[in-house]
C-alpha cells in the first residue's frame, strides 16, 4: 500500500470491494471501542487516535488485515489471539476466515484501558 494516502476514505478505496467491506468493518469496530476517536494515515495506513496519540493502526496485507501494535494483554486475550499472532506486537486476521468481530472489538477495548490518557478509560 502506498504511503501517498492522505485520508482512510482513499486507502479503502485502493482495494478491491470484497476487501474494502472487511476492512470497513474493522474500521467500524475498532472506531466504535474507541470513545472520541479520531483516524489519521500515520505510515501509511490507517491510525485510530486517542486523546491525540495513537490506539491501533490497521492495515490491509496480502494475506490479512493487520493490527499494529497489539502489546500483550491480559491472559485471557492472549489465550484467544494465540493463532492471530504473527509478530511480537501484531496481529493478523486472515483474509479467508471469518472475521472475529467481537474479538476484535475486546482486543480494541482493552488497548484502550491501557492507552488512554490519565482517568479518561471508560470503566
Given at each position: 500500500?502506498?504511503?501517498?494516502?492522505?485520508?482512510?476514505?482513499?486507502?479503502?478505496?485502493?482495494?478491491?470491494?470484497?476487501?474494502?467491506?472487511?476492512?470497513?468493518?474493522?474500521?467500524?469496530?475498532?472506531?466504535?471501542?474507541?470513545?472520541?476517536?479520531?483516524?489519521?494515515?500515520?505510515?501509511?495506513?490507517?491510525?485510530?487516535?486517542?486523546?491525540?496519540?495513537?490506539?491501533?493502526?490497521?492495515?490491509?496485507?496480502?494475506?490479512?488485515?493487520?493490527?499494529?501494535?497489539?502489546?500483550?494483554?491480559?491472559?485471557?486475550?492472549?489465550?484467544?489471539?494465540?493463532?492471530?499472532?504473527?509478530?511480537?506486537?501484531?496481529?493478523?486476521?486472515?483474509w479467508n476466515r471469518e472475521l472475529p468481530a467481537e474479538?476484535?472489538?475486546?482486543?480494541?477495548?482493552?488497548?484502550?484501558?491501557?492507552?488512554?490518557?490519565?482517568?479518561?478509560?471508560?470503566?
Amino acid at each position: 500500500m502506498s504511503a501517498s494516502v492522505a485520508t482512510v476514505e482513499e486507502y479503502l478505496a485502493a482495494f478491491p470491494p470484497e476487501r474494502r467491506a472487511r476492512l470497513e468493518e474493522v474500521r467500524r469496530l475498532l472506531l466504535q471501542a474507541v470513545p472520541d476517536a479520531e483516524e489519521r494515515i500515520r505510515y501509511g495506513m490507517p491510525a485510530v487516535m486517542l486523546g491525540g496519540r495513537y490506539a491501533i493502526h490497521w492495515a490491509g496485507w496480502k494475506t490479512h488485515v493487520g493490527l499494529h501494535p497489539v502489546p500483550r494483554l491480559s491472559p485471557e486475550l492472549e489465550h484467544e489471539l494465540a493463532a492471530l499472532r504473527t509478530g511480537k506486537d501484531t496481529v493478523a486476521l486472515p483474509w479467508n476466515r471469518e472475521l472475529p468481530a467481537e474479538l476484535v472489538s475486546r482486543v480494541a477495548e482493552a488497548i484502550v484501558e491501557l492507552r488512554a490518557p490519565e482517568g479518561t478509560a471508560p470503566h
